[in-house]
């Protein structure tokens, strides 16, 4: 299933490099073999042992064909590239270069490029209702990613993917949870699918958090097998793995609850967030993140400065934010008790200097507290620069080789502004930011 890149840090959870799954990756490469009619049988049969896996009648045969892998990767390039802007790319790149995700010297748009092609494999197209297979692996390899595929397929005529295809601009971790939503459906239905066909029974009600397994099992084996996505930056490699690996957790707790009835309901309201699929309890209660208006920096800053990007982060885009400098336990438990946030990226259009500011609200004041102290924490590492002035309970500013840095607590509230260029900017900055305004999901 293809899902669209965005401007973001929640982008890179949000979009898919491929027009289809991450798993179909990890079928092995043949020789370039012409379609025949064993594969489009095959297709159909798969289809009818998805259709009683998941409970989904097939309203209308799914049309197949057949594609190589160049003709793969050049639909799927196109599809970026018609999805995303080179200004909305270059936008996401400065956000991810100013936050230390991935290094000044970064091609992101040609990194993209390279896991696609790596990537790259069969797919479902909810524009065209098509289903095209890789026509250089063997039938017998690509079964279960055929499994996932049409599983997508029937989401299709059930549920409406193409309403994923144009998601509003400015909010990649609802648009991120959607995707999780269907991703994770559709490889748990592989994998009933794959043990199926091994004769081996699988209820994934009773098996231990499938992210959890899914987690372990990919970074074992992603350097080894896929060395592009191996060695890209964790923000890259973390972002791509969402949809698949928590959004099977999120799917998994949505059975243990009830039936595929329950997921079908989950279709009709989307889950709002990355954090309602990392604690699906979120989403059974209906608990929706705050939504901010973030005040406009851009007559504040001057004549010479653009807003660039603009967007959500989420649970899971602020836990990659810190998980880059600090330990998984500490970024995890910081992240969450996330209410909402939205962050703009400013630029000097003359000198190239850039400015985020961010506005994020918690579900508590200690939530806030602990986030507070994370950040602190993780803007040392990063400039390893110490807090110059300010209140330690409560505003830290720091000195760094790309401007000021502060970072305020303001009751269930932290704003934080990165790369002010004098103190009285700074003043200015903040006290616009602080007119921001906070309105319930």
Request: charged fraction near 25%.
């Amino acid at each position: 299933m293809k899902r669209l890149f965005t401007a973001s840090v929640a982008v890179l959870i949000a979009f898919a490099l491929t027009a289809g799954s991450m798993v179909a990756a990890w079928q092995g490469a043949a020789a370039i073999k012409k379609p025949t009619e064993n594969h489009l049988e095959a297709t159909r049969e798969i289809l009818d042992s998805v259709s009683r896996l998941r409970e989904l009648a097939v309203k209308q045969p799914v049309k197949s064909g057949a594609k190589s892998r160049e003709q793969i990767k050049e639909s799927v390039i196109r599809d970026l590239d018609e999805s995303n802007t080179p200004e909305e790319i270059e936008g996401s790149a400065k956000t991810l270069k100013k936050l230390g995700l991935i290094p000044k010297d970064f091609q992101l748009r040609d990194y993209l490029v390279a896991l696609l092609a790596e990537q790259v494999a069969g797919y479902y197209d909810p524009k065209t209702q098509y289903f095209y297979l890789a026509s250089w692996i063997p039938l017998g390899e690509q079964k279960t990613v055929i499994a996932h595929e049409l599983c997508h397929a029937l989401q299709d005529q059930h549920f409406d993917l193409r309403r994923f295809e144009k998601w509003p601009q400015g909010d990649s971790d609802a648009e991120t949870a959607a995707h999780a939503l269907a991703e994770g459906e559709a490889t748990i239905v592989m994998y009933q699918y794959e043990f199926g066909e091994k004769g081996i029974p699988f209820d994934v009600t009773k098996l231990p958090p499938l992210t959890d397994l899914l987690l372990t099992e990919g970074s074992d084996n992603d350097d080894k097998k896929f060395p592009v996505l191996g060695n890209a930056p964790n923000v890259l490699k973390e972002g791509l793995q969402f949809p698949y690996f928590y959004g099977a957790g999120f799917v998994q707790a949505m059975l243990k609850r009830g039936s595929w009835q329950k997921l079908n309901d989950a279709y009709r309201s989307l889950p709002a967030s990355t954090e309602q699929i990392m604690h699906p309890d979120k989403f059974v209660l209906n608990e929706k993140p705050v939504k901010i208006a973030l005040a406009d920096l851009t007559a504040t800053l001057g004549a010479n400065w653009k807003q660039v990007d603009t967007d959500v982060n989420g649970e899971f885009g602020y836990r990659l934010i810190l998980i880059e400098y600090l330990n998984k336990r500490t970024a995890s438990t910081a992240a969450q008790g996330w209410g909402g946030d939205k962050y703009a990226t400013y630029e000097n259009k003359q000198t190239g200097e850039t400015v985020i500011a961010g506005y994020t609200a918690w579900d508590s004041v200690g939530d806030a507290q602990e986030f507070f102290q994370a950040y602190l924490e993780r803007t040392e590492r990063r400039y390893n620069a110490k807090p110059v002035a300010g209140d330690a309970a409560q505003l830290r500013i720091f000195e760094t080789r790309e401007g000021l840095v502060s970072i305020e607590l303001r009751d269930q509230d932290v704003i934080i502004i990165e790369g002010a260029k004098n103190r009285d900017q700074l003043k200015v900055l903040s006290q616009q930011l602080l007119k921001s305004k906070k309105t319930m999901g």
